[in-house]
């Protein structure tokens, strides 16, 4: 199990590390793209200042042969230096309004690059991020697995190392038909999004609510659970009992799962405290509130049978191998 947790560790991180690759170099490109841009545009602006400052420096001289005043002074008529006065006017107005666009377009293509720089530093912070969870899970394979916190066995509370897609994607490939009120691919969904809210590891839930309900399939019959209870963790079902407990949906029902795993693994645990409002039970009211933190502890609390946490751990380690074979 530590070994396995530790791979899939050292697979997210690679895959999120080459993505973080990608991204940089993307990155990278539209910064040295921008950058050109703004250093066309600062030329742009030093043209534009040349031009008119030649133009002052020729006024200023009073012309040449080939300066204004000169242009100004070939004059043959008054209407025709009227004429020339206002070509010269309009030619000096033309250069400040370039001038101008030039340097709007030179503000505008500095904030580009400050932006596409912001970015690229974002985007490298991130990839230096992941290349240390790389190296982190490298350590750990190469220790045998140990993985923080585990003590006897992974703990109830933490990430979970599987996807939605491994968990339907493992069931379809087992062979297995849900006989449940919705797709599988919506139940392992709802695994995960409830885990994650809850801080429960979501995956391994979901390989417990496979040996609760011997693979989702409810047989027709049933007295204590049927399909419609939307009850996957066996709560309240039990060999004396005549019914377990019942849910109006499928994420209710998961959601009860989900939270009672997190009262059994913290023993502070208030309903202010959960993500969402207790669905049926209140924490403060379990006396097992805090009694397991790993899934080994639920043998013979969750359910009496012997084994019950290895069992489960079983299932999550098919899963594993599984999801290693797809990444």
């Known amino acids: 199990m530590r070994r396995l947790d530790a791979s899939l560790d050292l697979a997210a991180a690679q895959e999120r590390l080459a993505l973080a690759d990608a991204a940089l170099v993307t990155a990278t490109r539209r910064r040295d793209v921008v950058a050109e841009a703004h250093r066309t545009a600062v030329a742009e602006v030093a043209l534009r200042r040349a031009r008119i400052r030649a133009y002052a420096v020729r006024i200023y001289k009073g012309g040449d042969d080939f300066g204004d005043l000169a242009v100004m002074a070939g004059a043959r008529s008054l209407t025709d230096l009227a004429r020339r006065r206002a070509l010269l006017a309009a030619a000096d107005e033309s250069e400040v309004r370039r001038l101008r666009g030039a340097v709007e377009a030179e503000e505008i293509a500095a904030a580009h690059l400050e ?5 690229r530093a974002g985007v490298d912070a991130a990839r230096r991020t992941f290349e240390a969870r790389r190296d982190a899970a490298h350590r750990s394979m190469r220790s045998g697995g140990r993985l923080d916190g585990w003590g006897e066995g992974p703990l109830i509370l933490g990430p979970s190392r599987l996807t939605a897609e491994d968990l339907a994607g493992w069931f379809r490939s087992s062979g297995r038909r849900e006989n449940t ?5 919506d139940l392992a969904r709802f695994y995960m999004a409830e885990g994650r809210d809850e801080g429960v590891r979501g995956d391994i839930a ?5 040996l609760e309900t011997g693979g ?3 047989a027709a019959g049933g007295t204590v659970l049927t399909a419609a209870d939307n009850n996957f963790g066996g709560i309240g079902a039990c060999d004396s009992c005549t019914r ?3 849910f109006p949906s499928a994420r209710l029902g998961v959601r009860q799962q989900v939270q009672l795993l997190r009262t059994y693994a913290d023993p502070r645990l208030t309903s202010a405290d959960l993500a969402h409002p207790p669905v049926r039970s209140r924490p403060e009211r379990h006396g097992v509130r805090g009694c397991c933190r790993t899934w ?5 609390v969750w359910a009496t049978g ?3 946490g290895e069992r489960v751990l079983q299932i999550y380690s098919d899963l594993a191998r599984y999801a290693l074979t797809k990444r």
């Open 115 to 119: 932006s596409a720089e912001t970015d």
């Open 181 to 185: 009120t919705v797709p599988i691919e």
């Open 206 to 210: 979901f390989a417990q609510s496979i």
């Open 216 to 218: 989702f399939h409810f």
């Open 244 to 246: 377990g407990w019942s």
């Open 296 to 300: 080994l502890d639920l043998n013979g």
């Open 306 to 308: 012997a084994g019950y």
